[in-house]
């Protein structure tokens, strides 16, 4: 089993038909596959800022306030994501009071950032699949895949595109082999892809709608990677984790997702798509 996970394209195989799955079924199924993700990426966002600081303890109950925000959110509505966001930082600030001030200082900055890095952005993909505008179960596979795909066509045709004809590094302090040509081809595969899947999705979405998600995905994409190197980077580890054995964890085979969501879902509702209505999602 772990020879079948090490290899990368049956890791990528077997991941892709899953989510479109998960992403088909909605409801349940959907928030339970982003809560497990929020849980992972979390725990290992708090053992990267708190190392040596955040207790065992402590990680689980910031990873599962993380991993109960998509939840509540498909259950009680946006207002349960402030109730839930400051209950958390209430009990870590609680925690932090009883221990040394730096040590307790550290906790309360790692557990707030990481409600903010993981909770909302894994919150906000629970808007995206179960908006009521998705009147199928085909529409709301293909918003996420809409989205996600086009995270993956940046990531791929970056990669592709950075190894034959990179020659000037994007940001060298913080992923050398990220390249600026590169980037400038990933960005123009989601533009590319998302110009081609946005057909699959309601008439609303038109083809400028398109062409500025594609942009939007492809630059919040890099930037989430990025993000995550300067994490990894600061606290000098090579990967979040190890849930993919050879493949890093949940926060490295993800990290693109965590700024292209919120940054999406924002512009479908300022482009006036999304009718969210801020009540329950998930039997919609």
Known sequence: MKRLLNNRPLLFFWGIPLIVLVSWFGGWWFTAFISLLSLGAAAETMRLLGRGKATSSEIILVS????????????????????LFIAGVILTGLLGIVRQPEDGFSLLIASTFTMMYIGLPFTS??????DPIWT?????AAIIVFVWGAVWATDTFAYLAGRKFGKHALSPQLSPKKTIEGTVAGIFMAIVWTSLVGYALPDTIGWMDRISLGIIIGVMAVIGDLVESMLKRAVNVKDSGSVFFGHGGVL????????VQPAAYLYLVA????????????FQ
């Open 271 to 282: 482009a006036d798509v999304l009718s969210t209505n801020c009540h329950q999602l998930l």
């Open 136 to 140: 199928t179960h085909f529409q709301g």
């Open 252 to 259: 490295d085979r993800f990290d693109s997702l965590l700024f």
């Open 125 to 130: 993909v629970i808007l995206l699949r179960h």
């Open 64 to 83: 599962v306030l993380c991993a109960a925000l998509p939840w509540a959110i498909a259950w009680f509505g946006v207002i349960s994501l402030l109730w």
